[in-house]
Nanobody
């Protein structure tokens, strides 16, 4: 599975962005997917994940209520809607896919995901 993330940009605090992650490969709709981010000088961290069907979603505490992960399996795309953005959300955002078929498990560690996109930069100004 190859992933291509896009949608990043510069936005003021309180604003919104929607990231997209387009996948190639017929099996993407069978896999859980996630978003991670890496701020300057920090380690990459988990942001959100979604099960293969879209029926289960998971978020890190700092984005709950502000970010929404979703997917359209017909389009082989995962989205991250980011509202009420804060300067601390500034980071390179990566999408990732886990390779267990039809799993509803909660995946949140780097090592759980086998395919990664190239990253898209989100900058939130104060």
């Amino acid at each position: 599975v190859q992933l291509q993330a896009c949608g990043g940009g510069l936005v003021q605090a309180g604003g919104f962005l929607r990231l997209s992650c387009a996948a190639s490969g017929r099996t993407f709709s069978s896999f859980a997917a996630g978003w991670f981010r890496q701020a300057p000088g920090k380690e990459r961290e988990f942001v959100a994940a979604i099960s293969w069907s879209g029926g289960s979603t998971y978020y890190t505490d700092s984005v709950k209520g502000r970010f929404t992960i979703s997917r359209d399996n017909a389009k082989k795309t995962v989205y991250l809607q980011m509202n009420s953005l804060k300067p601390e959300d500034t980071a390179v955002y990566y999408c990732a896919a886990e390779h267990t078929y039809y799993s509803d498990s909660y995946y949140y560690r780097d090592q759980d995901f086998q395919s990664w996109g190239q990253g898209t930069l989100v900058t939130v100004s104060s």
